[in-house]
């Protein structure tokens, strides 16, 4: 038996929803009404089917997978229900919240778009349940994963999601050295705190071709070497590495393609990223047969190296200017959580591959 990874990955949905609800959390205030007026507001005279769209789209996930959740305990429709009350909920709190932030309009339409995503989504998993789907689902991850293999699969699932974010480097995640030194500087200042910071004598300057080209092979290697940890057979393994690289260059392709247009889909994919994507594959068939002690050694000793490089790249010029239309644009509440992922995906992953070095299993 295996613990269900619907659960951990519907409350990070409903921390993402929370985030893309109530971005900025600044200027909280008193609108001077109450914050439910909203439910009996006329409805808006003009509407977008993207607005439509987004609010359906954004609670589908979550109602597919609290109901796929209750789904394990073989209540299908009463998780359904549950999936959907629970979803309509949420959105009414945060709606109402909204009342308080100058920025954001609560709006009754949005409440009800929001419910019915949600009833979409429980409702697709009810039926992937009566037509086998979530048991051959079972059956696959039986055969193909260890059955603690929640953690790693969780974070696999949010792997492509953080590189959506435009990223200085290809499949640079967890660049936050820059951005951390100047927000703590933002926050001391005016205080006798600012003098205990540590200043750079030296500006971050542009990574050597070399340095680029590992950074690319361990941001690869990394997620394969992940799921090598808790993948069974050496022929699985290699049907996962071929996943990955695929799954990486194709989020890779949409998110320059997102940035800068589609015609620039692939301008990233220059001689270091080719090089690095090679070495990231002979790397990956070396390890194909690794025990898993011998897999967590290496991974570990990958995420050092690899933070230790990425964070000492600075973003281009160009660069900033693409992180600024992303995050003033209009996607802005979406990008933003996009932004979240890629920064904090690779610590997840280091704090994930700490408990499984100690864990009594491995030290034996």
């Given at each position: 038996?295996?613990?269900?990874?619907?659960?951990?990955?519907?409350?990070?949905?409903?921390?993402?929803?929370?985030?893309?609800?109530?971005?900025?959390?600044?200027?909280?205030?008193?609108?001077?009404?109450?914050?439910?007026?909203?439910?009996?507001?006329?409805?808006?005279?003009?509407?977008?089917?993207?607005?439509?769209?987004?609010?359906?789209?954004g609670y589908a996930p979550l109602g597919?997978?609290?109901?796929?959740?209750?789904?394990?305990?073989?209540?299908?429709?009463?998780?359904?229900?549950?999936?959907?009350?629970?979803?309509?909920?949420?959105?009414?709190?945060?709606?109402?919240?909204?009342?308080?932030?100058?920025?954001?309009?609560?709006?009754?339409?949005?409440?009800?778009?929001?419910?019915?995503?949600?009833?979409?989504?429980?409702?697709?998993?009810?039926?992937?349940?009566?037509?086998?789907?979530?048991?051959?689902?079972?059956?696959?991850?039986?055969?193909?994963?260890?059955?603690?293999?929640?953690?790693?699969?969780?974070?696999?699932a949010l792997w492509p999601a953080a590189?959506?974010?435009?990223?200085?480097?290809?499949?640079?995640?967890?660049?936050?050295?820059?951005?951390?030194?100047?927000?703590?500087?933002?926050?001391?200042?005016?205080?006798?705190?600012?003098?205990?910071?540590?200043?750079?004598?030296?500006?971050?300057?542009?990574?050597?071709?070399?340095?680029?080209?590992?950074?690319?092979?361990?941001?690869?290697?990394?997620?394969?070497?992940?799921?090598?940890?808790?993948?069974?057979?050496?022929?699985?393994?290699?049907?996962?590495?071929?996943?990955?690289?695929?799954?990486?260059?194709?989020?890779?392709?949409?998110?320059?393609?997102?940035?800068?247009?589609?015609?620039?889909?692939?301008?990233?994919?220059?001689?270091?990223?080719?090089?690095?994507?090679?070495?990231?594959?002979?790397?990956?068939?070396?390890?194909?047969?690794?025990?898993?002690?011998?897999?967590?050694?290496?991974?570990?000793?990958?995420?050092?190296?690899?933070?230790?490089?990425?964070?000492?790249?600075?973003?281009?010029?160009?660069?900033?200017?693409?992180?600024?239309?992303?995050?003033?644009?209009?996607?802005?509440?979406?990008?933003?959580?996009?932004?979240?992922?890629?920064?904090?995906?690779?610590?997840?992953?280091?704090?994930?591959?700490?408990?499984?070095?100690?864990?009594?299993?491995?030290?034996?």
């Amino acid at each position: 038996m295996h613990k269900t990874s619907a659960w951990p990955l519907a409350w990070i949905y409903v921390v993402l929803v929370v985030y893309a609800s109530l971005y900025p959390f600044s200027d909280w205030r008193d609108q001077g009404m109450a914050p439910w007026t909203f439910l009996t507001a006329p409805l808006p005279k003009y509407w977008t089917w993207f607005d439509v769209l987004t609010n359906v789209l954004g609670y589908a996930p979550l109602g597919f997978l609290l109901a796929l959740s209750a789904a394990r305990t073989h209540r299908v429709m009463h998780g359904v229900v549950a999936a959907t009350v629970a979803a309509t909920l949420l959105s009414l709190l945060l709606e109402t919240m909204q009342g308080y932030l100058p920025v954001r309009v609560p709006s009754n339409v949005d409440l009800a778009l929001n419910s019915m995503g949600a009833w979409f989504g429980a409702l697709a998993a009810s039926v992937l349940e009566r037509i086998g789907v979530l048991d051959r689902w079972s059956r696959f991850r039986a055969r193909w994963f260890v059955p603690e293999a929640r953690g790693a699969l969780v974070l696999l699932a949010l792997w492509p999601a953080a590189l959506l974010f435009p990223a200085a480097v290809p499949f640079g995640v967890g660049q936050v050295f820059e951005r951390l030194e100047a927000a703590l500087a933002g926050a001391l200042l005016d205080t006798p705190f600012l003098d205990w910071l540590p200043l750079r004598e030296i500006e971050l300057q542009p990574l050597v071709p070399l340095a680029e080209l590992v950074c690319v092979m361990l941001g690869l290697l990394i997620p394969i070497l992940l799921g090598y940890c808790v993948i069974r057979k050496l022929t699985h393994r290699a049907w996962f590495l071929i996943a990955v690289i695929l799954a990486g260059l194709g989020t890779s392709a949409l998110s320059a393609a997102l940035s800068w247009g589609p015609e620039h889909a692939w301008a990233w994919f220059g001689a270091p990223a080719k090089a690095g994507l090679s070495l990231a594959v002979v790397s990956g068939l070396a390890l194909l047969a690794a025990a898993k002690r011998v897999g967590i050694a290496v991974l570990l000793l990958a995420l050092g190296v690899y933070l230790s490089l990425i964070n000492q790249a600075p973003a281009s010029a160009y660069f900033a200017q693409t992180l600024q239309a992303w995050e003033q644009g209009r996607f802005i509440r979406f990008h933003g959580v996009a932004q979240w992922l890629g920064w904090l995906w690779p610590y997840a992953a280091l704090v994930y591959v700490f408990t499984q070095a100690w864990s009594r299993e491995t030290r034996n």
